[in-house]
Structures are given as C-alpha cells and as structure tokens.
C-alpha cells in the first residue's frame, strides 16, 4: 500500500492551496483492505508532527483547533483519495503536509501507512 501526495507549493499568507492524497495498492484497489479513517498530519522545521485533520470512511471530520474553520478534509472513497482544502494560510502553516492511513488488513490486523511528505510554504 502506498500514499502518493501532491499539491504542494509557495504561496503568500491569506492564499490557498489544495493537498491530495491517493492510495494505491492491490489490497486496496481489490477491495480485500479497507481504509479506517485517512489524515493529514504537518511537521514544521523543528517541531513534531502534529496532526491537522482526519475524515473516517462515513465522511466524518475532525480538525484541530488551530485549523479555525480554514482547512477542509475531504475524500472520495471510489478514488481512494483525500483532499486537504486550505484557506487564508498564514505564515505558520508552513510546513511538510503528510497524508497518513489507517487501514485494516484483517480482522486482527490494521496498519499504519504514511505518505512522503508535501512542502506547503506560506510567505509572510
């Protein structure tokens, strides 16, 4: 299983980007895996990994509290896709946007599965 990331980039505070995330693998195309929940995380040069949002296989969302009503999670469980809309970005969001997954293999057996990483840089 794989967790390919794009749509990172430069730009200025109060700009938007949109993030995707596509999960590849036979286990998951084949249907025989099935995803749990997918979130964004972000870690900003010398700080850890924070998570940012998560959307569970209903559509659920969950945000943490310094997203403010400016992020939207999002997925299309038919692409086995997540989408992180981003809003009035501030200098502070900078940061690598990593895509993860929660998927479970078995009835015993759930994994944890982590993209590469997306640069997001918000210019002051």
């Known amino acids: 299983v794989q967790l390919v990331e794009s749509g990172g980039g430069l730009v200025e505070a109060g700009g938007s980007l949109s993030l995707s995330c596509v999960t590849s693998?036979?286990?998951?195309?084949?249907?025989?895996?099935?995803?749990?929940?997918m979130s964004w995380y972000r870690q900003a040069p010398g700080k850890g990994r924070e998570l940012v949002a998560t959307?569970?296989?209903?559509?659920?969302?969950t945000y943490a509290d310094f997203v403010s009503g400016r992020f939207t999670i999002s997925r299309d469980n038919a692409k086995n896709t997540v989408y992180l809309q981003m809003n009035s970005l501030k200098p502070e969001d900078t940061a690598v946007y990593y895509c993860n997954a929660r998927i479970r293999i078995n009835s015993l057996q759930t994994i944890n599965v982590w993209g590469q990483g997306t640069l997001v840089t918000v210019s002051s």
């Open positions: 959307i569970n296989s209903q559509g659920t969302s």
């Open positions: 693998g036979s286990g998951v195309t084949g249907g025989e895996f099935r995803i749990i929940d």
